[in-house]
């Protein structure tokens, strides 16, 4: 089965196409002056286009792990997550707090999705 890459860069590819399936990389803010409400808007607008740009979407995600900097975090990201979730189509989740490659980031999510 052939494996396809987008966004294919030195460190990482953003999305990688499999079998059906479409993983995507940890997304950040590129924003991070933000605060928790504003960098999970942001990343969540990056799953959005990634998926759309495959032909997929958030109704379609099969698990999804997220990373905050601080479980501080916790309800300002879930506030953001309530009101961009698909209801009916709520993903299995895993959300842990975790020393960020960046300092300055307060959440990363990796997705994994399903094509049409």
């Known amino acids: 089965m052939e494996i396809k ?3 294919v860069g030195k460190r990482l590819s953003e999305t990688a196409i499999h079998n059906g399936t479409v993983y995507l990389a ?3 803010a590129e924003d991070t002056t933000q605060g928790i409400a504003g960098q999970t ?3 969540l607008g990056h799953v959005d286009r990634l998926l759309a740009e495959v032909g997929s979407d958030k109704t379609r995600i099969l698990s999804c792990q997220i990373y905050i ?3 501080e ?3 300002g990201m879930n506030e953001v997550w309530d009101g961009w ?3 009916g189509h709520t993903p299995p989740r895993a959300t842990v707090e975790a020393k ?3 300092p300055a980031c307060l ?3 990796v997705i994994v999705a399903a094509l049409p």
Request: hydrophobic share 45%; glycine share 4%.
């Open 41 to 43: 808007r942001e990343v």
């Open 85 to 87: 979730v698909a209801q």
């Open 73 to 75: 975090h916790f309800p």
């Open 107 to 109: 959440v990363e999510i």
């Open 5 to 7: 890459r987008l966004h």
């Open 26 to 28: 940890g997304q950040i």
């Open 100 to 102: 960020l490659a960046n």
């Open 69 to 71: 900097s601080s479980m």
